[in-house]
């Protein structure tokens, strides 16, 4: 029953609505206590001769009403009822992804996709069942039960009533001793299907992969491993579950036993009319809801235990970036100065940083070189704010990063990561996603300064052409392209290129950062990349490796020192040249 005080806050929030439920239920149960005294007098009646038209019109008139009330009974309790339920999921469901929004980066690396999604549905609609079927199962059983029971013992007889409720114990013993062995089975259960699910998000995202690399089979093999953990598991839980009906219907079985022997006793004994006892034998018969439904109240409960503390547990998590009430609300702009000491991935032992200082000046650019896992990437990562916790400060216009608030400093930086996002929406929608008002005029001078309308206006329905699933009908150049329009389209103050030219060509590329240069020149820009011609041209240029700086100039300068760089780039003007003697040969 702890479920119930778990969710206390909401049954307390909308108490008036649930208590129409149970009056609703009551009144049913109420009005369900005519018909079996309407049919023991009939019998009553048929049994003496005595059964006059006028008699057998009142009866059916007494009926016919009781029926009716109790669909209007019926219809109150499940309105307000299931209501509530579907009104809990929905606020349940809000929270959760609201939370899923307010979490930092830390939080995705530890939950999997498909996990959190299992929280959001299957978890979500066992709760949504304790608030709907729980409070029936709950609520029903007291009152129908009750109501039952109280009318057995006043219009038939309190004896026989005794004899027969006397197995009934035997179902809370039952009760207790399953429920707990179900909650457990249930939890196993539940994360169970978050594993499948995790499995079954992993292959559809990362088909292409699979196909490319002929590894179908052994994925079938591995998915097929996980549904059979699955099954074995699922079929603990429905082998405790399947023992609730049984013994329920063997405990009601008894009372039948017992209430035809006894009953049949008094009957002949003359304490009780034989119509008294066919409406016993029907109200012993409303008592099988009852019984079942404290057998199914037990199942739902320990189902929405498991998956409440699975939801819990996901809301009780915090991000470790700390949004200040009292922080700057102005949008930043000026000199950026990067002044890190050290910094450390969390549960990591060594530094991914160590003594990265630097000073952008407002309309400057810079340009981050370096081999793979130089810290290039981390270096913006934590302009971006995806990690806090490091020793040294990043200034901006000379307030700290982690002084300004996140809906300041966000929308005044513009990023595009090597690896595009896109929304199964249009191209227009996905240009202007940091800026739904932005005009279709806004929209296609974005799309010109990253050098994507030609190829736009060839598409088969230009600007409204569907992108398909994270832009699976696009190139990766023209995906590319989008997400540097969606960044230019809000005009940032700082332009962070994540190596987010890799899939141009050089004579695109360099028609883009010829563009960025004219456009850009009050505004401050970062460029990573492996392309050194995409840096050349910065005010400054930082070669990374190890997580430290390792040289750092203009491209003139750090040609001169003759190091990493000068090396890296006269091989890849090679490259080139090969490149372009292989097209023109």
């Known amino acids: 029953m702890s479920i119930f005080i778990k969710l206390g806050w909401y049954f307390k929030q909308e108490w008036k609505t649930y208590s129409i439920g149970v009056v609703g239920l009551l009144l049913t149960s109420l009005l369900g206590i005519v018909s079996p005294w309407v049919i023991g007098r009939l019998v009553d009646l048929i049994h003496r001769g005595n059964l006059k038209v006028h008699d057998l019109v009142f009866l059916l008139v007494i009926l016919a009403f009781a029926s009716i009330a109790q669909y209007g009974a019926r219809y109150i309790w499940r309105n307000a009822i299931w209501g509530e339920s579907a009104k809990l999921e929905a606020v349940l469901r809000g929270r959760l992804f609201w939370h899923y929004m307010q979490m930092d980066t830390q939080f995705f690396q530890a939950y999997r996709a498909g996990d959190l999604m299992a929280h959001a549905t299957n978890d979500l609609s066992a709760i949504q069942r304790v608030a709907g079927g729980g409070i029936l199962q709950f609520a029903d059983s007291i009152i129908t039960g009750g109501t039952t029971l109280i009318a057995m013992m006043t219009v038939v007889d309190w004896r026989l009533t005794l004899i027969a409720v006397l197995p009934f114990p035997l179902l809370a013993v039952m009760s207790r001793v399953l429920g707990n062995k179900m909650h457990i089975a249930f939890k196993e259960s539940q994360a169970a299907f978050s594993r499948l699910n995790n499995k079954a998000q992993e292959s559809i995202s990362g088909v292409k992969v699979i196909k490319s690399f002929g590894q179908e089979q052994d994925d079938i093999e591995e998915f097929n491993g996980q549904i059979d953990d699955t099954i074995k598991i699922n079929r603990k839980v429905s082998w405790l579950d399947a023992l609730f009906d049984p013994i329920t219907t063997l405990i009601m079985a008894i009372s039948y036993v017992v209430t035809i022997v006894y009953g049949g006793h008094l009957v002949i004994a003359g304490t009780i009319t034989l119509g008294s006892l066919v409406s016993f034998v029907s109200y012993l018969s409303m008592l099988v809801w009852p019984m079942f439904a404290i057998g199914m109240l037990f199942n739902t409960l320990e189902r929405g235990n498991a998956s409440y503390d699975r939801i819990d547990a996901i809301l009780n998590k915090r991000s470790s970036i700390l949004d200040k009430n009292d922080g700057v609300v102005e949008e930043p702009h000026g000199d950026l100065v990067y002044a890190i000491d050290s910094f450390k991935f969390p549960d990591e032992q060594q530094n991914n940083l160590q003594q990265i200082h630097f000073t952008l000046k407002e309309g400057g650019t810079l340009g981050l070189v370096g081999p793979v896992g130089s810290g290039k990437s981390s270096v913006i990562r934590l ?77 088969p329905a230009g600007y409204d052409t569907q992108v398909g699933e994270e832009g699976i009908s696009l190139s990766g150049g023209q995906r590319q392209r989008i997400a540097i329009a969606r960044a230019l389209l809000i005009d940032p103050e700082l332009l962070i290129l994540d190596d987010a030219l890799s899939a141009v060509d050089a004579e695109t590329e360099t028609r883009i950062l010829r563009t960025l240069r004219a456009e850009r020149q009050d505004k401050t820009t970062i460029i990573a990349s492996h392309r050194l011609s995409s840096v050349m041209n910065a005010d400054e240029i930082l070669v990374m490796d190890d997580g430290k700086i390792i040289e750092r100039g203009t491209h003139a300068e750090l040609m001169a020192q003759n190091g990493w760089y000068a090396e890296t780039f006269d091989l890849q003007a090679l490259e080139t040249e090969d490149e372009e003697e292989d097209i023109n040969g």
């Open 383 to 459: 302009l971006l704010r995806q990690f806090d916790e490091y020793q040294g400060a990043i200034y901006f216009n000379g307030v700290d990063l982690r002084n300004y608030q996140l809906d300041a400093l966000i929308p005044a930086i513009g990023y595009v990561p090597q690896e595009t996002y896109l929304f199964s929406n249009t191209v227009r929608e996905n240009i202007r996603f940091a800026r739904p008002e932005a005009s279709q005029k806004e929209v296609e001078l974005a799309a010109q300064k990253s050098d994507l309308a030609g190829q736009i206006s060839s598409f």
